[in-house]
């Protein structure tokens, strides 16, 4: 570790903004850093947090996909029951008052999912902070997911079956 001047420093406490060399990759913004006994102790919690993390990311895709599923399930029972209302209607030549709702009483607030991608954490967890209180009556915004570096085919994935939009 080493200052902003280049001094080597063993110890930074609160505060103190310091430079690590030697990691492989960039631990995110308010991650834990623990010392390990040797090299294979410290991949071994770093697979762990990699699992975790994308466990909590699956999750949270399959929520997504099961929100959906119930919307249109919601929405196939709705035409099944106005048809059938329709039917009977036609049938009896009378109209059934309060059966058939019109299009204005069936609002949903629909829903615009984002996946962030910034340069740096602390961008991304700004630009997620931002917008997660935008939206209205209307509509509401939903962060999927927001991590650091360049779009992968994950990524993609991700935001097709959570049919969500990327931030740059």
């Keep these: 570790m080493t200052t902003s001047t280049g001094k080597m420093v063993k110890k930074a406490g609160p ?3 310091v ?27 770093i697979r762990n947090r990699i699992a975790k993390l994308e466990e909590k990311r ?5 929520e997504t996909l099961n929100e959906k599923r ?21 049938r009896s030549g009378q109209s059934l008052p309060g059966m058939l709702k ?11 999912r984002v996946l962030i991608k910034a340069d740096v954490s602390g961008s991304a967890e700004a630009v997620e902070e931002a917008i997660k209180v935008l939206g209205n009556s209307e509509v509401k915004v939903a962060v999927i997911d927001a991590t650091v570096g360049e779009i992968t085919e994950s990524d993609i994935q991700i935001a097709i079956a959570a049919d969500g939009t990327f931030l740059i």
Excluded: C, I
């Design 15 to 17: 505060g103190t903004a």
């Design 58 to 62: 699956d999750l949270e895709a399959v």
């Design 102 to 112: 019109s299009d204005g009483d069936d609002f949903t607030q629909k829903e615009y």
């Design 19 to 45: 430079e690590v060399t030697g990691w492989k990759e960039r631990p995110d913004a308010g991650d834990m850093v623990l010392q390990a006994a040797n090299e294979s102790d410290a991949k071994l919690a």
């Design 70 to 90: 119930r919307a249109a399930r919601r929405a196939r029972w709705h035409e099944r029951e106005r048809k059938l209302v329709a039917e009977e209607v036609k």
